[in-house]
């Protein structure tokens, strides 16, 4: 519980010289507050970044029903959870603005292998 969040500390960068500290929750100085989200990764095409889909649902009064929303959260990679792949389950967890659309971390590779 080093973050704040009660998720498992990752071991160490491998490369500590390279590695960048500035952006990353449980090695370097970059805090978590806010929500704390989890979805499923639908794309990895950038480096660094990840899209988490989210679905839940929402009532219409009108029809007395639930209709399924999404939404789709870029969210930062730290080095040290590099390894994941599009179909894994992630925790974020919302941070400072990193980028222009990217204000969430990636906490948690909660699929079988990390």
Do not use: W
């Amino acid at each position: 519980m080093a973050i704040g969040i009660d998720v498992p500390t990752p071991p160490e960068p491998d490369n500590p010289e390279d590695y960048d500290y500035e952006k990353c929750p449980f090695y370097g100085q970059l805090s978590v507050r806010g929500q704390t989200r989890e979805g499923t990764v639908v794309s990895t095409d950038m480096e660094k970044t990840v899209i988490v889909e989210r679905e839940y649902d929402v009532f219409v009064p009108k029809y007395d029903r639930y209709m399924k929303r999404r939404s789709r959260i870029p969210a930062h990679v730290p080095g040290v959870l590099d390894s994941l792949e599009v179909g894994d389950e992630v925790t974020i967890a919302e941070t400072r603005p990193l980028s222009k659309t990217k204000s969430h971390v990636v906490v948690e590779n909660r699929s079988g292998d990390q």
